[in-house]
């Protein structure tokens, strides 16, 4: 049976900070498919000491991990990662701060683990790099002379070509793409964006409707919405009751504090309600947790700065002494089980990043519902997410007074309607969780490209080429 070989930028969060929503969907897939398990274990070298591997057995796998230098996590991690493709893939290219350094560290920082990845790969094990920090090493090992099947799934949007191309290096990011035999990505948009650009600025010919060729490598494509676990934690009895005594209707968000998570834009929408529905004063309260990550050090100071500033001046402008309309909280001052219980008693949570890839919160929030009094998911059609989770309520973050009534509706949404809009949102994230996710992945991965892969690839075109959901949904 083929080995997976599994590369992701970590396996543990970086010290301090809250754990990365995708390291336990990893985990479980590991536990499914076993193999090793490589990448960064989120520490930093002191001075100018090499990095430390570590190399151990996890619950059915293997792990290998080891420690940034500080010149790779100043240079690789914030550097090329969060302040050239980070912007880029997330369609900001006014926030790019590229320096060469950046991407000389980035290539061999890829270099280095290709060498590790090719110490422990066997002939028939299967290789799949998750996103782009480690994009070039799939690359390097087929430069080696190592066939082994290799994938690649790109958990942030694909870009518009024009975008891409504000990058230096934008050629050798498509050509280190072109070199997989299988590219996954999350939603529609996503593959169409990828699409044009290949079949615009390169000699790509077009196989089949999931199929590409360049250079006589066949590349196949894929749309797979990422899962997660949908094994339910049990609430403890002490996050029940402190939740369950909270004296208002309770709105939720929880966000990573970056330039595109659209924090500003729902705490508007808060403002904006209040000032048109004086009815809910003193009725609801907006828990906005927020995680201030290191990953975005540039501009994450500034940024916090301003929105406690927009949560002072609404407090400022509509409480009182009693009453507090929004409650700002720092992400470690909420454990995991904490932030469940709030999932389940919020009446309303709502999620409008500027762009993203797929929002694993959102679906956190479905699974931790009470199936008697479900409250509503409200999220930013501008996310992977939407085109899956198409019975939440879809808002435009930017327009506030749209949001407003979406929000006014989700708040005295009908109980019936509620719950048909949540068995249906159930429905989803309990069947295409973490472990199809994988699944749909590597048995596309595994099929020759002459064949069809176990699980259909879940897209086809229209007569304009475009590329669509497929009845999956």
Known sequence: MSRLIMLSNRCEPERGQSGDPLLPVFHSVLKKHPGIWFGWNGEVAAGNKQRKASYFNQSGYQQYSWGLTPNEYDNFYQGYNHQVLWPVFHNRPDLIHYKKEYFTTWKNYNHDVKARVAAKIEADDLVWVQDYHLLFTGKMLKEDGHANRCGFFLHQPFPPGDVLRSVPEHDSIMQALFSYDLLGFQSSGDVNNFLAYALRFYRVERLADNLIQLNGHAI?????????????????????????????????????????????????????????????????????????SKGYA????????????????INDRFGDASWYPINYIRHQLCHADLIYAFYRTAHVAMFTPLSEGMSLQAKAFILAQDADDPGVLMLSALTGTAEQLTDAVLINPYDANEASHALYSALTMPLHERKRRYQQLLAKVERYDSLWWARAFLDALNAEPTQAPATVIPFRASHHGIFTPQNLY
Not at 298 to 313: A, I
């Open 220 to 292: 196949r494509l894929g749309i797979f919405p990422c899962g997660i676990d949908k094994s339910v934690p049990a609430l403890s009895s002490t996050n029940a009751e402190a939740v369950r005594n909270y004296p208002r209707q309770i709105i939720i968000s929880n966000d990573t504090v970056s330039d595109i998570s659209g924090v500003h834009c729902h705490l508007t929408t808060m403002e904006t309600f209040l000032s048109s529905h004086s009815e809910f004063l003193r009725d609801v309260s907006l828990l906005q947790i927020s995680d201030a």
């Open 298 to 313: 540039l501009s994450v100071r500034d940024l916090c700065t301003r929105l406690e500033r927009q949560c002072g001046e």
